[in-house]
């Protein structure tokens, strides 16, 4: 069987701070990590591997040249091989063109019986190339699954919904997206680690992928970013002080006071 | 290429590079550069470059003639027979866009026997419902839905289109798009239109909830967005509202539908009402452990509210994720949100900041919690809550608003 596992690097935004003067995002020391709703979607590939040997399984990404640093890591755990479309007309995509992008990086690599992708990506969190990705390539898709169980080339998925799940049957080839209760993602091992520098990573641009910089990046993008701005921060309210009694009493007044209770 | 620097009016001061929440400006040789991780977000725009060297330069569209399409589009989710919160709360956004643009509202109704539903929908301010009524379209399967819903869109040709960001608005939507050839903003918390050219402004939280983002969709049709649930407010009903209901052929070959639903399982808990919850209170890291959510159990149902969890609590494995508010939870805007043992990072903030009153109770008086709170309180949470107990029996006779009626 042959597996494709689309991911990001992305900031890792819980370490993002805003400054609390100027209003803007504080980036310096904010570390880059493997998506890791991605991470999920990579072990769910990497299980399949385990469990049915001569599976392959390859990582691909668009991102700018540090990506790569991603990729060796998504080798170190396991993957086979990493493809990075790298361009500078790929910059500015939003959903829609990153979708066409990947898809030509996906035709080019000869399509594969499942491909996974993260359910979105913390940087974004719009959860929309994937199943953009799917449409493109004409295969169907699931989204948020957090089970998964493959027999003779059917693949039984359970399908997260916000009161439960939906138990969905699919065949290959698809497209899965993941969410976090899929699976713990497993390290690098050592071996990995070494192993990850001595496989080559592919880096493709537009030409190699067969697409015109009209249908890459900005250009493609039919969303544009208007402006964008830090959330003004609400007003500090009243600290209360005093005694456990006097806050908790104040409190309850104030309340009261604006008929709340 | 979209964002670029003038090099000769360029300095290398590095300005620019903190203002790039992703990481794109980088200064070689004491002149800027971008590179490809620009996202054309505007962030280094806006009066950052003292000495003008960025600038973003628009390249020429290829686009569709946008004079033909007419009209406003919600998507009015429904599960099992019933309409979902959000479709009704887009029936009061969608009906408050239409107007400012003067133009029709209509609601897109996909089920098996929905056709009651329409009356709703008019009653909730549409002036058409198109109902597609057949056995495929019973529960939600992308392919199903977006065929029908894709092939009216290329007939009726609708400026603007809006779904629920549920998990189905928000697998659904993207696969329209895609088939439409147009643009589609996610999660949006807020809707604007330019009062100019009347093109729909969308508004939503990027980065974790740290960067809010306005983006158009200037030259394709229709623009598209998600809008989270719980953010836009439900419209008043009224029965005495005319529409026309339109039944839409539906014909799907089996062939077409890829995937097949086995089963559909509720899970045994109750959905939680975190979104029409008028009292919150929410748990976070600072409870230290499990046993502080049965406090907070007992302080809620004193005052009829519902119980939320920063993500913390829910990764500790406190609580269900069900409980969850913030950036990758629920939003919620209820009267009073209490925070207790909340630090406020930012990702919970994202979900609950629109809260009428905020109460943050927390041990360290430096948490972010307390920079949005109306009231904070510094100390012990398992002191305090018992004491705001028994002051609300005392100074009212507190016994919760669902016993009073009012």
């Known amino acids: 069987m042959k597996i494709i596992v689309c991911a990001k690097q992305v900031p890792d935004t819980n370490e993002v701070k805003i400054d609390p003067v100027k209003g803007t995002l504080i980036r310096d020391g904010v570390p880059s990590i493997l998506n890791p709703d991605d991470a999920n979607a990579l072990e769910a590939a990497l299980a399949i591997k385990d469990a049915n040997p001569g599976t392959t399984v390859s990582i691909l990404t668009m991102g700018p040249p540090q990506a790569a640093y991603m990729l060796r890591e998504c080798l170190a755990m396991g993957a086979d091989s990493a493809y990075l479309l790298s361009s500078r007309v790929f910059g500015g995509a939003d959903t829609c063109a990153t979708s066409t992008t990947l898809a030509a990086g996906i035709e080019k690599m000869g399509g594969a019986d499942i491909l996974f992708a993260g359910r979105q990506a913390i940087d974004g969190d719009t959860a929309q190339v994937g199943p953009q990705l799917a449409q493109r390539l004409g295969i169907p898709v699931v989204t948020y699954v957090q089970d998964i169980k493959i027999k003779e080339g059917c693949i039984t998925v359970q399908r997260q919904m916000e009161d439960g799940y939906e138990l969905i049957e699919v065949k290959t080839p698809c497209l899965i997206t993941c969410v976090k209760e899929l699976n713990i993602p497993r390290y690098m091992s050592v071996g990995g680690i070494v192993g990850a520098y001595e496989k080559q990573i592919t880096i493709w641009n537009e030409n190699d992928v067969m697409l015109d910089p009209s249908q890459c990046g900005l250009n493609a993008s039919p969303t544009q970013v208007l402006r964008s701005f830090t959330p003004p921060p609400k007003g500090k309210g009243v600290m209360l002080a005093g005694t456990v009694r006097e806050m908790a009493s104040e409190l309850v007044a104030r309340l009261n006071e604006k008929h709340l209770l | ?406």
């Open chain 2, 1 to 406: 290429m979209a964002v670029i620097i003038h090099s000769k009016l360029c300095k290398g001061c590095k300005v620019c590079v903190k203002s790039c929440p992703f990481g794109a400006i980088t200064v070689e040789n004491k002149v800027a550069e971008i590179s490809a991780a620009c996202t054309g977000c505007n962030a280094c725009l806006e009066d950052v470059c003292p000495f003008h060297a960025i600038e973003k330069i628009e390249d020429e569209k290829h686009g569709v003639d946008i004079h033909e399409y007419h009209g406003v589009w919600v998507f009015a989710e429904q599960r099992q027979g019933k309409l979902m919160d959000v479709a009704i709360e887009l029936m009061g956004e969608g009906r408050r866009i239409a107007d400012m643009i003067n133009t029709e509202l209509s609601a897109v109704l996909c089920g098996e026997n929905v056709e009651g539903l329409a009356d709703d929908l008019i009653a909730f301010g549409a002036d058409i419902v198109y109902i597609f009524d057949a056995p495929e379209l019973k529960s939600y399967t992308t392919d199903a839905y977006t065929k029908v819903i894709y092939e009216a869109i290329m007939k009726y040709k609708p400026e603007i289109v809006l779904l629920g960001a549920t998990h189905i608005g928000r697998d659904l939507g993207p696969c329209l798009a895609v088939k439409c050839g147009t643009g589609l903003t996610a999660d949006c918390t807020r809707l604007e239109v330019d009062p100019e050219d009347k093109k729909l402004m969308q508004t939503r939280p990027a980065f974790g909830g740290n960067l809010m983002a306005t983006i158009i969709c200037p030259n394709h049709r229709p623009q598209m967005s998600t809008v989270r649930p719980g953010v836009m407010s439900k419209p008043v009903r009224d029965d005495d509202r005319l529409g026309e209901k339109i039944c839409v052929p539906v014909s799907i070959p089996s062939i077409e539908l890829r995937t097949k639903i086995l089963d559909i399982v509720h899970s045994a808990k109750e959905l939680v009402r975190l979104t029409d919850a008028e009292i919150i209170v929410s748990g976070g890291r600072g409870l230290g452990r499990q046993e502080g959510f049965g406090l907070l159990s007992e302080f809620a149902e004193k005052l009829s509210g519902v119980i939320g969890a920063s993500r913390a609590a829910v990764d500790s494995g406190w609580i269900d994720h069900a409980h969850q508010i913030g950036q990758t939870g629920t939003t919620v805007k209820p009267k009073i949100y209490f925070a207790c043992g909340i630090s406020g990072a930012i990702q919970h903030l994202a979900g609950m900041q629109e809260a009428d009153y905020i109460v943050a109770i927390n041990k360290n008086e430096l948490a972010p919690i307390f920079e949005v709170a109306d009231y904070g309180i510094v100390g012990d949470l398992y002191k305090i809550i018992p004491v705001i107990m028994e002051e609300l029996d005392r100074q009212q006779g507190y016994r919760g608003k669902g016993m009073d009626g009012f």
